[in-house]
């Protein structure tokens, strides 16, 4: 998060977060208690809406908005977010979906349909998802039919939401999610910056240019947001490993980390007793 408007003169890490993987559709809980996405960018969303949360309590404990509070009241009722704080999202390798899979190091004149030859040119701006138990993702096609919870217990793989799709749908619908929505005003993303795979047009078409013919008449405060996007000046160099089961993350205000066992979609926090060099798990959800 940053403040001070354009000058970005205060900086401050919100949340941290890793992850790889997305949950199996064995452990699915009906009542809300597995995490079914655990991909780095979305628990970072999921952090930031913790850090949300945490900001309404402030208002909330004290019966109006303190100074340090990064909410304001809004024009017609419930809070938004500071004029001067921005949020900003790094994500160390583009998402997964219509950001990635087209090569970043394509020539321009590729980007012509009369002379794009790529293998997959006909599914760019494709809405994806990503598959249980498999690398990277599938189109979404009316031909696969209704993905079932009965259907998903008797063996169909899982099909989760791509990346891509979910961060384009962030910058149309903001990131604090249906239940934030009645008491703040849409939050969105200032700029996107990635560590590698960083190609400027499958990104802006990913994030934001694949729906921007279809949106008009959108309800106010509501609004198709085009966040900054860029690559860092010395892009990270990609390490073949195997992908973890767990991830760890930590949001502003937390003593203690998170860790989730993504194929499982449980969370704990973890601590370090006093005295004791050994680190300790309690169970979280």
Known sequence: ?????????????????TGTKCINGEYMSAAGKGLNDSHAEILSRRCLVRYLYSELEKITASGSVPEDCILEKGSKGGYGVKSDAR?????????????????PHEEAQSQNSESDRHVNRRSRGQLRTKIESGEGTIPVTSSDGIQTWDGVMQGSRLL???????VCRWNVVGVQGALLAYF???VYFHSI????????????RAVTGRVKSTLSGLPQPYRLNTPKLNLLSSPEARQPRKSPNHSINWTKGDD????VDATKGKFWKWAILQGCPNTVFFSGG
């Open 1 to 17: 998060m940053s403040r001070g408007g354009t000058d970005m003169t205060n900086l401050e890490i919100i949340s941290v977060t």
């Open 87 to 103: 949020f900003h999202l790094y994500i160390n390798t583009a998402p997964c979906g219509d950001a990635r899979i087209f090569s």
């Open 160 to 166: 989760t939401m791509s990346c891509s799709d979910k």
């Open 184 to 186: 703040l005003e849409p």
């Open 193 to 204: 910056v990635l560590g590698s795979l960083f190609h400027s047009t499958h990104m802006l």
């Open 256 to 259: 203690a980390a998170e860790i």
